[in-house]
């Protein structure tokens, strides 16, 4: 197994102290690892007290794994020897391959790549930090000491990343199982890691920073599987608008991608941390309290401002006050001085000893009511801070199943009770909100697994719809892709004059509206290429010249197919729904406040397809507009299930055509009753 070696050769071990070579040896050799050790030097015949080889072709035994830490234009030579050896595991931290952005590191990486499939070899790196296992007393990296033994996973794309964190999580009380650090992920990437953790016994959880994810797919159903037993805690970097993909719908342009990893974290289970600080935050709740059974806590001060602070974060992390047993009361009125709050949050005033914490903890630990507790302090200088802290860690081990979070207020005066709760791992954090935060991510809402899809029978009529189809769909095919899958859509048809539309008009029935038909133009309205409410035969002939007029002025290279004449839609409340390919993920599904309104608000949510209609109806509870949906202010109740409907088709949509690269159905106009789709786009085809 990779994190347990039972014999490693140091290629490149160096009697140096300078050299890289020889702090990876002295970690291995003096931090109390007891497996065999292999120095490899090619004019040494002792290394740190260990007999040195020329080779891993003179070494006289068997050597499980080698670590290369030697110029780049060594390397592949070297991974032959390895292999040739019969060595299982290379840990390349030798760096200049394809990290490079040369021909020659991307060459020698490749080279590299052949070699270890050819041998059968696990490749860990290159450019690398290396690998840690504290329970083995095994540091094999340039890491400058273990980290303390614990039940956290570290894996990171970033060896000074890796370090850094290890580093501040060691004074928090997080300790790790292992910590790999996955460099270029030659052969092994994010998804190898996580099997690796999902088996290892000794991780509880795991802790993941990554800058790109290679397989989507497989990265998604291992994180939803592996989520449901172990936790995990991901960063991803690299998420800015600099680096999105251009786009040219409205729902594209509103995804970016941020929005892949919102939805991935969501439907996955996982939790995702937006900085370094609340990474590490969420590694330390998870891997040290049980899961909250229910979002109804309890929150305890000795400081009415912090405890406001604390029910506010508590709101917005969608947690709940608990209300409180009136046994707890009695309990909290005959303990707690007049002026004292047995209200939630229980406010035990400012010159509170640890007997009125006590007092407090244990009534609500006690409480049917109360499924987690956070502590909030602030030091007066009548505060025994480090009394209460000892308190606390006897509490906890008298109710091993109430998850507890402290915020100890303040620095020198709490620094003795930080490091009295971080010894007996009960989480503590500089601010209450911070302690909200990560008692929220305990709760079993944050880590739902993804629903299942039903199963839909396949479409047989669809074969030929969108071949030889390439870029903005025509009116025309947009119709036969919707009508394909029975999507409501109001009666139109393109006139090529202005007879054509006086034709239309009588036929499908005033009032009407009119859009430029072009394959080149995405963005009708902003080039005076719609007409809204017309109501006659002259006002149709108006609007037709018009909109030609315009077009044809600010857009001479667009191909104009006609003027779309369109039924004119009475009043709802009007959403967008659409889809854009993500390169790592496939079609991320969003719905949204549509209209004018679509980017001004950027009220979305997405999901990475297939979605089922319980995920649909979802997406739509988590909109600011959903209060609209369900009738604000004495308005009729919309029918959010034809909505939610609509969704789902198109999550169908997408699966069905994996060559649609965006769909945009801006507005979807929803009723009392029902929904029309007043306008699509659909491009198929590379971008």
Not at 519 to 533: E, S, Y
Request: net charge negative; aromatic share 4%.
């Amino acid at each position: 197994m990779l994190f347990q070696p039972s014999s490693i050769a140091v290629i490149g071990a160096s009697p140096h102290p300078e050299k890289l070579g020889h702090h990876v040896l002295s970690n291995i050799v003096t931090q109390g690892y007891k497996g065999a050790i292999f120095p490899i030097h090619p004019k040494e015949s002792e290394l740190m007290g260990l007999a040195a080889y020329a080779t891993v072709a003179d070494v006289p035994h068997a050597i499980e794994m080698a670590i290369i830490v030697t110029p780049m234009n060594t390397v592949t030579s070297l991974a032959e020897e390895c292999g040739k050896k019969g060595v299982r595991t290379l840990v390349v931290i030798s760096a200049g391959f394809a990290e490079t952005g040369t021909a020659e590191g991307r060459e020698a990486e490749a080279a590299l790549k052949n070699i270890v499939r050819e041998y059968a070899m696990t490749l860990v790196g290159p450019n690398c930090l290396g690998i840690l296992r504290p329970s083995l007393s095994l540091n094999a990296s340039f890491a400058k000491r273990l980290p303390p033994n614990g039940n956290v996973a570290l894996i990171s794309q970033s060896g000074a990343l890796a370090v850094a964190l290890m580093d501040e999580a060691a004074h928090r009380g997080i300790g790790f199982s292992l910590v790999a650090s996955i460099g270029n992920k030659t052969t092994m990437d994010e998804s190898d890691f996580l099997s690796i953790c999902e088996s290892d016994p000794l991780t509880h959880s795991i802790g993941l920073y990554v800058e790109s994810i290679k397989n989507g797919p497989l990265f998604h159903s291992l994180a939803a599987r592996i989520s449901q037993k172990k936790p995990i805690v991901l960063i991803k970097s690299g998420i800015s608008k600099k680096g999105m993909r251009a786009v040219s719908s409205h729902t594209g342009s509103l995804a970016g991608n941020d929005a892949a990893i919102d939805a991935l974290c969501r439907q996955s289970g996982m939790l995702r941390a937006r900085s370094t600080e609340e990474f590490l935050d969420l590694l330390l709740v998870v891997s040290s309290q049980p899961p909250l059974l229910s979002s109804s806590i309890a929150i305890i001060t000795n400081a009415g401002g912090p405890g406001v602070m604390a029910s506010d974060a508590a709101e917005r992390y969608k947690l709940t006050l608990a209300n409180l047993d009136t046994h707890t009361k009695a309990i909290l009125t005959r303990s707690l001085p007049l002026g004292a709050s047995v209200e939630n949050p229980i406010d035990v005033l400012g010159d509170s000893g640890t007997k009125r914490y006590e007092a407090a903890v244990n009534a609500c630990a006690e409480d049917p009511n109360v499924d987690g507790l956070i502590v909030v302090l602030t030091p007066q200088v009548m505060t025994p801070a480090a009394e209460i802290a000892t308190m606390l860690s006897s509490t906890r081990k008298r109710h091993p199943l109430m998850p507890i979070v402290t915020s100890f207020m303040g620095h020198e005066s709490v620094q003795e009770a930080r490091s009295l709760l971080a010894k007996e791992h009960i989480p503590c954090y500089e601010t209450p909100e911070r302690a909200v935060r990560a008692l929220a991510a305990l709760t079993p809402v944050t880590r739902s697994p993804k629903s299942p899809v039903a199963a839909r029978a396949p479409l047989t009529s669809k074969t030929d719809v969108l071949a030889n189809c390439d870029g903005l769909l025509s009116p025309k095919k947009t119709q036969e892709l919707l009508a394909l899958y029975d999507l409501p859509f109001p009666h139109e048809a393109i006139a090529k004059s202005v007879d054509e539309a006086a034709t239309l008009g009588s036929s499908i029935g005033y009032p009407l509206i009119a859009k430029i038909s072009s394959p080149d133009i995405l963005h009708k309205t902003d080039i005076g290429g719609v007409k809204a409410n017309i109501q006659n035969d002259r006002e149709l002939a108006q609007a037709y010249n018009d909109i030609v007029s315009s077009v044809t002025r600010q857009r001479p290279d667009a191909r104009i197919d006609g003027v779309l004449i369109q039924q004119f839609l009475p009043a709802g409340r009007e959403f967008i729904v659409g889809s854009v390919r993500d390169d790592v993920f496939g079609s991320l599904v969003m719905v949204g406040l549509g209209g004018i309104y679509t980017e001004l608000f950027a009220d979305t949510s997405f999901r990475i397809a297939p979605i089922s209609s319980k995920e649909s109806y979802q997406m739509l509870t988590e909109l600011k507009a959903w209060n609209m949906l369900m009738g604000l202010r004495g308005d009729v109740r919309y029918d959010t299930d034809a909505l939610a409907g609509i969704i789902e088709t198109v999550s169908a949509i997408v699966m069905d055509f994996p060559c649609i690269r965006e769909i945009d159905m801006n507005p979807v106009i929803v009723y009392e009753k029902g929904v029309v789709i007043a306008d699509v786009k659909v491009v198929v085809g590379k971008m």
